[in-house]
């Protein structure tokens, strides 16, 4: 049943697939009209499998830098309207091809890898870098934080940069490190082949079957019409 | 009657045995001592073995060159990569300017700092290597081709092991973190006259990249980025000895 049933994440897999497929024909076909087209449809699909919230993320990068970039496309190829879409093409391809990665959770990427016998170091190795960007953010602040309390200066100082942002931070980050790897040796989790279960395993959906299936029907009707 | 048959057949087993030893005499001595030197060489032999298996004991194992991977050291890469993720966010940006090298470029520094520190804290071969496969997931989304990153680091790995056949050497980690990213430039051009070319609007898809024409100019820019990375490696390298320094490099 639970093939048919609904759930708000894609199955990882098919989420880098799908980020795979629109990027790859946005940057192959960007000088073609269908690809407009196809970025358009591909928009509106997302949206109808519950990817509205990345997609408004999305939309302002691809508004401003995009529009940015499609301008400078436009002058640099003396006034080439073309070229400016295809520039937008390329920018709207990327944007929509990070939507799919937005909704996967970094622990069901994990369990996906792990059902699949992949290395327990790589498994291991991609959730933590994934789920310590936030820390790192964290982290960052927090430097920068110490180095106004202290007065060290401006940042875009490289000497300021270098001894009072980029040496304070590694440091930080080696016993973030030390910490965490004691932490995950306590729990009982080795790198040997040892066995181990996956605590809530990731389902392909009927819905991800739906998504992809769309995906390349949206491709190949693009590429024939 | 019974025990008389049997007192005859020992006598004629013992007579027997008599006799193979009479014929055979020469035969067994040769085989009694084949059998000693063979015992003789195994316990040498295992005498060998244990002192060896006791000597390597001893010995600290950081003298291999192939280590097996503590978690310790998968937590630490990570990390670093995740470092290297976040200030290599604005690649979905550079990907989209048209001129040749601009990724490598932009991203020089951050992708040959922090993978040199990686590289200072776990010294083992394929530090750089499971770095990549770490970024390689978030480079999908990102930018496809630049996933072809794990080659790239394979090679440079494979060049600097065979230059300094280990990463005991501070500068064997720079020349790794050197290599890295200039190593994707001959990959991204061979992505792009592939794939760019499909439309058929231009002869090369690459014409399209400002300065990919010119000789000249892709040397240049092939040397820059080389430049920026062994300037990313060096820093790297920098804060990698002061943090050893402080004993936070163990």
Redesign the interface.
Known sequence: MTFFKYKKTFYPLVA?AS??LI??FG??????ANCAYFLIGAFVWLALFGCWKGLLRALPLFAI?GGA?ALI?YY?SGKNAQSAIA?LN??GA??L??V??MSIQAVA?TRNLSQLHTPR??T???????S??PV??GEIKRVREAMRTRGAGSILNPKIF?RAF??PL??R??????T???S??TRG???GKSKYTVYKREVINVFDVVYILGLIAGVVLAAVL | MNEEEKVIQAADEQASVVEKQGAGEKKDEDLVIAELIQVAGEQGSVEAKQEKIESVALVDDSDRLFRK????D??????????T??TGAIM??L????VFGIIQLGLGIQFSLFPV?GMM?VRKPFALL?QS???S??L?????PMVFIIVCALVAEVITLLIFRSYKSDWACVLAGTLYMPLTIPLLFMYYRC??T??G?EKSAVSMFIGSQNVGAVIGITIAVIAVCFIGSV?GML?AR??KK?G??K
């Open positions: 880098i980020a795979l990027m790859v940057l192959v076909m960007s000088r073609k830098i970039f496309s640099t520039m390329r920018f990327v944007c091809a990070v799919p990665g990427m170091a790589a291991l190795g991609i959730l933590i870098t994934l310590f960007v790192l953010r270098y980029l040496i590694v440091t980050l080696v016993d973030i490190s030390d965490l790897a004691l995950i040796e989790f080795t790198l | 991977y503590k978690i310790k998968i937590v630490f890469l990570a990390i670093i990569t995740a470092c993720l976040v979905p940006l990907v989209n300017a048209p520190i804290k499971l496969v770490f970024i997931i978030f999908v989304f990102m930018f496809p794939f760019y499909v439309t609007d820093i804060i002061e943090l402080a936070k490099l």
